[in-house]
Structure formats: structure tokens, C-alpha cells
């Protein structure tokens, strides 16, 4: 379990990293960093979110570090954990924090050293800003966190990523398996990204600006979008989110045809179910948060 | 002009014809107000929002008002006008706040007495909820008000409507034409309510509700809709409700495309495209309100 003494070490610190560590910090917990911005360090060092920062994965670093947060994309991440693995200490546990976990996670665990564990998590929070300038361990407060555990992760392992989300005060914490995991997130918000970024650049007309409502401007407000990030994150999730485009699709002609059919009472009884289900996501969001 | 001598009458007293009578009234002018459920009319009177109330549609009543404002729906107000309209008397100016206007204005501008002028207005507010029991005049602050003339329409009759927008506190006041009011409506508020309903209704998986974040609320907060009048409101704009979910859909089979074939570079480009649209969207609404 970490400890005030567990040496954890937080390798890429833009938004989600740096929050990590402006938490983990806040806590009394002993955070050095690596990224290869130096203004990231710097801006880091000055802020107390870390003890000691580096520009560059130095090997007597690396091998000190005994809890490793991947704070990269994903590809990226696999890249350097290839080509750093042999600096680690045996026994030291590595989680990430990627969107994705297929393709990643076994990965990683496949290629990594048998005397290293490889556990992937995800913290399913963000901003619309990016970088450890906009670091904020608050906006985790709202926020589900998944533990996605393969055959291969201890249960000590498990229990250490999270406690590392209660100290960083996740609203919730679950566990799924790595299919689970990437289906919910094909639907929730690579689907729901699909659909916002679609809407936002199919109608050339400017003038729509000055008309916006609040419908408009709430489904398209995820329409401004890191485009290297989610390009990685639906290449790796292909298959599941164009079964999830396929699925929305099909609903969205569903509607299409009752529309052209002039079909008034269908149509009120889709938006019958469609209330219905909405209000009981709210009741899902209302209920007591999982912490235990 | 509207001076607090005139007599103002609002027919159907919902969360809308209500909160028109709050604002008003609020303002020292004079309001009289007619809406079939004796509770909604009972509500009305102990706030103050008019001075007069009725359930039924009193020939002397309707003779006395020189302003009236249609709350009905759409089609109900249809009939009703057909129903009551030898009551008015000559001069008498009429606007409604239906969501539509196809087949509204044209229809009730043909059928009305030449004595009497109809002109079409929509108020871009709403609410999750519904009544006057949930009236508030202040959600126009941030809201649109298009007003749509057609050839039949007075200088004096569009300068009228102009007011009460302005006297009911609306963020801009904009005119257009009956099509271009129903091709920005079908894309900005029709599409977007279509997209959120087949998005809410196309996954029967229920723990999905544990792990909804922020994207997902935010494009399925208006899947809880009023069936009866959006059905009505779909119907009678189905062309162009079609038309939006058709160039919507060519561009969400776009993304698949790209996504299909792994083609990063130009799902990257989409999604560059998308974020400085949407950038554009959030200038658009920064810039000064359009009260003139």
C-alpha cells in the first residue's frame, strides 16, 4: 500500500499527471516527476506539486521509484515503457491512465519484465484545457474512476491503485474488465465525441452562431476536441465504437422513418422511453457513491 | 405601441404564456389572461401575474383585448383562432410562441378576419419543466427571440413584437423568414433533440447510469422531452427535420469512413475542423447582445 515514504513517481505531467501529483502532494504523499517539457517541471517544482522533476527517464530515477503513474497517450506510453523498462526496480507497480485499454494493457503486461506489475486504471475526468498549468486534483471529485484488473494483476496491486483514487477523492471506483471497460467508454464518450464532432462540422451556415441555444451548445460543447488524443483513442477502440456508431445510427433512421411515416404515436412513445431512461440515469448519478 | 393602457390578453398560460404574463405584469402592464385548467388560472391570479383570469373564451373578454398572445400549441391554437376569432375586435394584433412556423403563420394569416393581424414570434426559452406553476420571465435573459414577418405583416405590428421582447428582458431580437426561422430550428433544436433521443433509447444496458461523466449528460440532458408537443413540432417541420438528419447522418458515416480505414491524418483534420467551429460558436455568443 502507498505510504507517505512510498517513493511514486508520475512520468508525463500535463492535465491528468499533473493533477495527480498536485493531489498526491497536497496529501503529504512523496511525488517526483518526469516530463520533457522543462517548463512543465519548472511550473511543477514551483507549484509544490512535486519534490523533484527531470526532463529526461534517468535510470537511478526510474529505479527509486517503487509506484509509477504513465501519465502519457497511450502509444506513447507503450514506446517508453519499452524502451525504460530495464531501469526499474523488481517488485515495482506501474498503472497508467489511458481511455482505452484494449491494445494497451495486455499489451504492456506482455511485453513488460515478469518481475514488474502492470495494472491499468483510468480516471474518467478532463477538462477542456489542457497541460499541468490547468492541473487540478479537484475535478477528480466528480468523477468515476475504473480499475481495469487482468488475470495477471495481484490483489495487492488492485488494492494499491485503489487507494490511490480515494486519496486523489474520486466520486466513484469500480472494477471492470478490459471488454467492459472500452464498450462502456465506446458508448459514453467516444460515441457521444463522434456525435458532437459530426454535428459541429456538417452545417457550413455561420450565421447559426448568433442562434444557439442551450440543446445546441450542450451537445457540441465536447466538439472542441484534443485531435491527436481522440484520434488515438477511437483507432484503438475501432471495432466497439463503429458497432457504437452502428447502433446509435440505426436509432437515429428509427426515428427517421416514424418522421416520414407521419407516425405521431410512436413517435411520442420513443420520447416516452427516452424521458423515462433520462430520469433514471438521474436517479443512477443521485444515488450514494461507491467508495468503499 | 404596448403602453400600460393596453390591453393585453394571453390564451394558454403554461410555462411559457405564463411566464410572458409574470414579465409583464412585473412591468405595470395590463394583463388579462385565458387558460382552460381553473388551478393554472387560481396560480396566476395569487402571484399577480395577470389581473384578470378566465377558463373559457368570453366573446366580451376577447372583444376588450388589443394585444394577444397565442400560448397555445401549435395546432391548438389553430383551432381555437378559427373557433373564437369573430370576437376580436378590429385592430386587434395577435402573436403565438410556437416552435415552428411553416405552416402556422401562412395557415392562420390566410383563415383570420383582414381585420385582424397575425404576426409570428418564437420565444428560444424553455424549461425541463413545465406549467406556470414553473413560470419565471428571467430565463429570457439568455434567451433568442426571432420574430418572423411575412408580407402581411405592419411596420407597426413588427415593432410591437419587438417590444414585448424587449419589455420581457430577451437577450437578442432577431427576424427572419418563416423558411430561414425553420431551416435554424430544424438544425439547432429539431436535429439536436433527434440525436439525443435515439442516443438515450439505443442502449438498453441499465448500469450504464453508474459511469455516465459529463458528455454523455450533456448530450442526452434534453432526451427528456414532452412527447406531445415535440411530436407536433417534428411533424410539422418534417422536411427540413429530415433534411438535417440526413446531411447529419452522411457526416457521422464521414467519421466511421475514416475510422474504418484507420486514416488518422484526416480524422485528425475532422476533428481540427470541429474544435474551431466550435470555438467560433462560443465568439459568436460572447459577442454583444443585439437589442436594437
Given at each position: 500500500m502507498l505510504t507517505e515514504q512510498t517513493k511514486i513517481l508520475i512520468v508525463g505531467c500535463g492535465l491528468i499527471g499533473g493533477s495527480y501529483a498536485m493531489g498526491l502532494s497536497a496529501k503529504g504523499y512523496d511525488v517526483t516527476a518526469i516530463d520533457q517539457?522543462?517548463?512543465?517541471?519548472?511550473?511543477?517544482?514551483?507549484?509544490?506539486?512535486?519534490?523533484?522533476?527531470?526532463?529526461?527517464?534517468?535510470?537511478?530515477?526510474?529505479?527509486?521509484?517503487?509506484?509509477?503513474?504513465?501519465?502519457?497517450?497511450?502509444?506513447?506510453m507503450l514506446d517508453w515503457l519499452r524502451a525504460n523498462q530495464q531501469h526499474f526496480a523488481p517488485?515495482?507497480?506501474?498503472?497508467?491512465v489511458s481511455g482505452v485499454k484494449s491494445n494497451i494493457v495486455d499489451t504492456a503486461q506482455e511485453f513488460l519484465r515478469p518481475d514488474?506489475?502492470?495494472?491499468?486504471?483510468?480516471?474518467?475526468?478532463?477538462?477542456?484545457?489542457?497541460?499541468?498549468?490547468?492541473?487540478?486534483y479537484h475535478i477528480f471529485a466528480a468523477a468515476n474512476f475504473i480499475i481495469t484488473p487482468t488475470e495477471k494483476n495481484t490483489p495487492e496491486a488492485i488494492a494499491t491503485v485503489r487507494q490511490l483514487a480515494q486519496i486523489l477523492?474520486?466520486?466513484?471506483?469500480?472494477?471492470?474488465?478490459?471488454?467492459?471497460?472500452?464498450?462502456?467508454?465506446?458508448?459514453?464518450?467516444?460515441?457521444?465525441?463522434?456525435?458532437?464532432?459530426?454535428?459541429?462540422?456538417?452545417?457550413?451556415?455561420?450565421?447559426?452562431?448568433?442562434?444557439?441555444?442551450?440543446?445546441?451548445?450542450?451537445?457540441?460543447?465536447?466538439?472542441?476536441?484534443?485531435d491527436v488524443m481522440w484520434s488515438e483513442l477511437f483507432l484503438l477502440n475501432r471495432d466497439i465504437l463503429i458497432e457504437n456508431i452502428d447502433c446509435f445510427s440505426a436509432e437515429l433512421m428509427k426515428l427517421r422513418s416514424l418522421l416520414q411515416a407521419g407516425d405521431r404515436e410512436r413517435l411520442q412513445k420513443m420520447f416516452q422511453k427516452s424521458t423515462a431512461r433520462r430520469s433514471q440515469f438521474d436517479v443512477a448519478k443521485a444515488a450514494p457513491a461507491d467508495k468503499k
Open positions: 517539457s522543462p517548463e512543465a517541471i519548472e511550473f511543477g517544482l514551483a507549484q509544490g506539486f512535486f519534490r523533484r522533476g527531470y526532463t529526461e527517464p534517468l535510470p537511478e530515477v526510474l529505479h527509486k521509484a517503487e509506484f509509477v503513474v504513465m501519465g502519457l497517450y497511450p502509444t506513447a517488485g515495482t507497480l506501474i498503472t497508467d514488474v506489475e502492470f495494472i491499468g486504471s483510468h480516471p474518467m475526468a478532463g477538462k477542456e484545457t489542457s497541460g499541468i498549468f490547468n492541473a487540478d477523492e474520486f466520486k466513484t471506483i469500480r472494477e471492470l474488465n478490459i471488454r467492459q471497460h472500452d464498450q462502456m467508454i465506446g458508448f459514453l464518450s467516444q460515441l457521444t465525441h463522434a456525435i458532437a464532432v459530426s454535428l459541429m462540422t456538417c452545417n457550413d451556415d455561420e450565421e447559426l452562431g448568433f442562434f444557439t441555444g442551450d440543446s445546441f451548445r450542450d451537445l457540441t460543447r465536447i466538439a472542441r476536441i484534443n
